[in-house]
């Protein structure tokens, strides 16, 4: 293309818009379309899972899982039974890997810590007025601190639905700026809770703000609500990160959490990952599950297909 | 070992494979449909007047499994004194029976079939898969159901006929002459035979010569559904068969998808003689995607639209049209997608793109994919390993390509997809509507206005927005210009079948 050669006459009256901001202001959040995004997932929902490739999305399923206790009722004997589950998932066979996490309320921090200490599973803890997100932001800025002191690895946040379902997407975007900050080197997750946004493209909006402002993982939901994670809603959140992946160069991991009981789900999501990230993302550190009943299918179907009969669920422990 | 076993197993271990797949420890293993559900018999005669009878021509010819190039079967070539038979025996039936048939009677026997294909759907999606090539997956998931939707719509239709057309009585033609193609084999029968039958007429069907063994299974099913011999005749064999059907003087009206070219030369010969004609022939779609549209499913839609069934789909959206503003994106996001498709055994379940259903159809594929080489367009084919038996196309995309270049006006029907850019939506409407074709075209916008502005100036029979090749029975399917005329399906698709008489009730 030619080059405009630069005016030198005459001034040229000064905008009221960076060239940043300008530019800001011609690009939209790509569109997502219901339709199609839900036949694609249902699509790849059919893909059939045999064999080698079925335990290896099986295993992967098991290092993936947070291993998540988040009751009004969680004491410390609890979530100690919960750490030794989450570093031997099945005391009959050393085969089966660790989780990749194990997932509680910040009170509980220092006993996860102190019994995960030196196993390489990683405590997170819940925290930024969990679940509505709608405690003073300086109370949720000391609850993340306070959460990575007592040993915290990773902190899962809520992301402002208050101010992003009302359009202030710069104090939602701040506030999760500086709970990055308030994090220090823990890992960011940045919980969307997609069903209380009403449509994809408010998902896929959220999560391009979640990851510009600086998450370095964003998950579907609280596990709180009745509509949590579905194969269509992790796929949109998939192509966020793949796009923004590709235009930033930042990898941004996806935590699916809420409702996966079942082994067959949580391969289906492996499936939408591999076809949406690729090989890359599948790792625990892009990729995660919020699990707690689904660890034992996932060792269920582990046992069955090696041993090619299944087996009572007395057999596997339930801590 | 036997050879056959062998060769299966040599198949087995061919699983589909992706540019995506050989990067990954999550390879999926293979995942083949079993095949032992089919039984396919060594021969097939012709079946006319509710029977498979020997040939009076006295020759046969193969059918073989393209993605392992090993003959299937062997199946009767009628000869003109075979069609004589068939055309004969359909007319009889006709005037003996099933013209007077009330429409409820009628619609019992399609009832049956259509659950008969639902009841058998394994059996067919299989054979389907085998003789023609086609993915599991979509002879499963697509040509069955879709098959089974038909007869049961059209059934629906009999006893209502005196409704459908107010202030016109309708009147069953005769016998109909339908030629289909191989491309939808099943699907095509049950196109051509549900609305016939529903309005009273009896078919000679001649199916593609290179997927014959659907219809034959489907003409088990008919003589299980207890239909009256003779209303359905299927004879075999290859473009001179087809031609002594449509050109039989007691053939009333004939019905044919197919090439553009075999479609002239039937209306050629048929020209004065009477006969009702509907045609269903190629296409060229403009898929066309603006800068606001939803670009994953977008995506999603390019990829269906050209690589679904290999791309032997008539109204396959061959000739992509991008806004230049998000060209790059797209087609950042377009090459990407191709690399995880999964190219290989048909009936592992697993499988996106299948073979090619034909040598002939390859060599064609190959013939004009070089020409768009030659022309200067740049080429793009994903890595991915393909077998060493059958025939096979990677899926294909040219970029840099002008609206003069073969690939962007002649129909290749297969993988291979022609993008080109366009500025503004007036742009976008005359490059889409230039070309001899017009049977289908896409829009891919977030914006109503706009889809309704281009779906009203568009020349093509049928138009998707924000999504692309959706069947239904209960929708018209036909063409423009070199397209056709003529519509398949829904209401529409009862005229072609019936005269009219002027209705004394009517007011």
């Known amino acids: 293309m030619a080059k405009v050669p630069a005016e030198t006459h005459t001034k040229v009256p000064e905008s009221p818009w960076s060239p940043q901001a300008a530019e800001a202001a011609m690009v939209r959040v790509t569109p997502v379309d219901a339709v199609g995004l839900e036949e694609r997932a249902a699509s790849l929902g059919t893909r059939s899972i045999k064999r080698e490739s079925k335990l290896f999305a099986l295993d992967l399923a098991v290092r993936c899982a947070d291993l998540t206790t988040l009751e009004g009722a969680d004491t410390p004997g609890k979530v100690t039974a919960v750490c030794s589950k989450a570093v031997r998932p099945d005391p009959t066979d050393s085969t089966i890997p660790s989780v990749a996490a194990v997932c509680v309320y910040p009170a509980l921090v220092p006993v996860a810590a102190e019994r995960l200490r030196g196993t390489g599973v990683k405590v997170a803890s819940v925290a930024g007025g969990f679940p509505s997100g709608l405690a003073p932001l300086d109370e949720r800025l000391d609850e993340i601190r306070q959460a990575v002191r007592w040993g915290a690895d990773e902190i899962d946040i809520v992301l402002n639905r208050s101010a992003f379902l009302s359009g202030r997407y710069h104090q939602a975007f701040e506030e999760i700026t500086r709970s990055k900050e308030a994090c220090g080197t823990a890992h960011l997750k940045v919980i969307l809770e997609i069903g209380e946004l009403g449509s994809y493209d408010q998902v896929r909006k959220a999560s391009m703000l979640a990851m510009a402002a600086g998450a370095d993982f964003i998950k579907t939901s609280t596990g709180k609500i009745a509509s949590s994670a579905t194969h269509a809603g992790a796929l949109c959140m998939m192509e966020a990160a793949r796009d923004f992946h590709r235009q930033t160069g930042r990898a941004v991991g996806v935590k699916v959490a809420g409702g996966i009981r079942k082994a067959k789900e949580a391969w289906i999501y492996l499936v939408i990952l591999h076809e949406t990230l690729g090989p890359d993302w599948l790792t625990p550190d892009r990729f995660r599950f919020g699990a707690s009943t689904l660890l034992n299918d996932l060792l269920m179907q582990i046992r069955k297909e090696r041993e090619g009969r299944y087996q009572g669920p007395d057999y596997f422990t339930v801590d | 070992m036997p050879e056959r076993e062998r060769d299966e197993l040599e198949r087995r271990k061919a699983a589909a494979s992706s540019a995506l797949a050989e990067r990954t420890p999550f390879a999926y293993a293979s995942a083949p449909e079993s095949s032992e559900i089919v039984r396919i018999e060594d021969r097939y005669g012709l079946f006319i007047g509710g029977e498979f009878v020997e040939p009076k021509s006295g020759r046969w010819f193969g059918t073989l499994n393209p993605a392992t190039e090993e003959v299937l079967s062997e199946v009767a070539e009628a000869g003109p004194e075979d069609v004589d038979l068939a055309v004969t025996t359909a007319r009889a039936a006709w005037e003996e029976s099933w013209r007077d048939l009330p429409g409820r009677e009628r619609a019992k026997y399609m009832y049956r079939i259509a659950r008969q294909l639902q009841e058998r759907s394994r059996e067919f999606a299989v054979l389907e898969t085998i003789d023609g090539g086609k993915p599991i997956k979509e002879s499963r998931d697509v040509d069955v159901p879709l ?361």
């Open chain 2, 147 to 507: 098959a089974a939707a038909h007869f049961f719509y059209y059934a629906g239709w009999a006893d209502k006929l005196d409704y459908a057309f107010p202030g016109r009585l309708p009147r069953p033609i005769g016998v109909a002459g339908q030629v289909i193609p191989w491309n939808f084999p099943l699907l095509m029968a049950a196109w051509k035979l549900a609305p016939a039958l529903a309005t009273g007429n009896t078919v000679v069907l001649k199916p593609a010569e290179t997927t014959p063994l659907t219809a034959l299974l489907l003409a088990e099913v008919i003589q299980e559904a207890d239909l009256p011999p003779g209303v359905v005749n299927i004879v075999t064999g290859a473009g001179e068969t087809g031609s002594n059907v449509v050109t039989h003087e007691a053939v009333d009206k004939v019905a044919f998808t197919g090439s553009t070219d075999v479609g002239k030369i039937i209306q050629r010969a048929v020209a004065g003689t009477g006969k009702h004609l509907t045609l269903e022939l190629g296409g060229k779609a403009a898929n066309i995607v603006f800068e606001d549209a939803a670009l994953d499913q977008a995506v999603e839609g390019i990829v269906n639209g050209i690589y679904f069934n290999q791309g032997h789909v008539c109204c396959a959206g061959s000739r992509l049209f991008v806004q230049e503003s998000v060209f790059e994106p797209v087609l950042e996001r377009l090459k990407e997608r191709l690399a995880t498709l999964r190219v290989g055994d048909p009936l592992d379940k697993n499988t996106d793109v299948g073979a090619i259903n034909s040598k002939q159809q390859l060599r064609k594929i190959e013939e004009l994919v070089e020409s768009g080489v030659e022309e200067g367009a740049e080429i793009y084919q994903p890595a991915c390993d393909l077998p060493a038996r059958g025939y096979w196309f990677r899926p294909t995309l040219f970029t840099g390509v002008a609206q003069s270049h073969r690939i962007a006006r002649e129909e290749i029907f297969g993988p291979v997809l022609s993008v080109l850019t366009f500025r503004t939506p007036e742009e976008a409407l005359e490059k889409a509507n230039n070309t001899p074709y017009g049977l289908s075209a896409g829009v891919w916008t977030e914006k109503g206005s706009r889809i309704l502005w281009m779906t009203s100036r568009l020349r093509a029979g049928v138009i998707w927005a924000n999504t692309f090749n959706r069947f239904d029975p209960s929708s018209p399917f036909g063409g423009y210009k070199e397209s056709g005329f003529g519509r398949e399906g829904g209401l529409h698709g009862l005229e072609p079948y019936l005269e009219f008489e002027e209705d004394g009730r009517a007011g």
